[in-house]
T-cell receptor, first 120, second 112 residues
């Protein structure tokens, strides 16, 4: 079973350019999450999909950010007109629809290695 | 507020036990997690605990939860140099949300 895969691992771009990242979740995980992590901080939630439906969005997700998961499998995160403050690690996670066997509904989130974005 | 707090740094000697502490704010939190992050990598899920439990043990890892004080700890027995990393606690709150709220992380340095 492969883990969560993110591409590219690193992206360097000039301010004002658009960038797009891709996340391939663990197969059969129907939930997919995007987080952003800046240096010295913990990850901050951006958005969450269940299948192809985007069910939750953070106020951090400005109108320059858009995330899609058109077929309920991989997801893309696009940032338009990048700014210096967008420099961060963008992490994707996925979780299973199944419980953990304790009669609960916990679905631990499993993370990819992230895409590090640097804005020049 | 949304703050999950952790101490910034912990240094231990190889073979000693490490205890990493975390306090959270929301009494409705259902699950609490510990993740490990090595340099340049993503987050590796270590363990988690359901809010109606007060202890969970998994090999070298022991999680203690004091729900009254909203305090969570991770004990690593027989700490090894390979345990050097940043450790994050995270809470998943009750209700419809599925997002995790992370602490700022504790850098664990293991001295040989």
């Amino acid at each position: 079973d492969t883990g969560v895969s993110q591409n590219p691992r690193h992206k360097i771009t000039k301010r004002g350019q658009n960038v797009t990242f891709r996340c391939d979740p663990i197969s059969e995980h129907n939930r997919l999450y995007w987080y952003r992590q800046t240096l010295g901080q913990g990850p901050e939630f951006l958005t969450y999909f269940q299948n192809e439906a985007q069910l939750e969005k953070s106020r951090l997700l400005s109108d320059r950010f858009s995330a899609e998961r058109p077929k309920g499998s991989f997801s893309t995160l696009e940032i338009q007109r990048t700014e210096q403050g967008d420099s961060a690690m963008y992490l994707c996670a996925s979780s299973s629809p199944l419980g953990t066997g304790f009669g609960d509904s916990n679905q631990p989130q499993h993370f990819g290695d992230g895409t590090r974005l640097s804005i020049l | 507020g949304e703050d999950v707090e952790q101490s910034l740094f912990l240094s231990v000697r190889e073979g000693d036990s490490s205890v990493i502490n975390c306090t959270y704010t929301d009494s409705s939190s259902t699950y609490l997690y510990w993740y490990k992050q090595e340099p340049g990598a993503g987050l590796q899920l270590l363990t988690y605990i359901f809010s109606n439990m007060d202890m969970k043990q998994d090999q070298r890892l022991t999680v203690l939860l004091n729900k009254k004080d909203k305090h969570l700890s991770l004990r690593i027995a027989d700490t090894q140099t390979g345990d050097s990393a940043i450790y994050f606690c995270a809470e998943r709150r009750g209700g419809a949300t599925n997002k995790l709220i992370f602490g700022t992380g504790t850098l664990l340095a293991v001295q040989p």
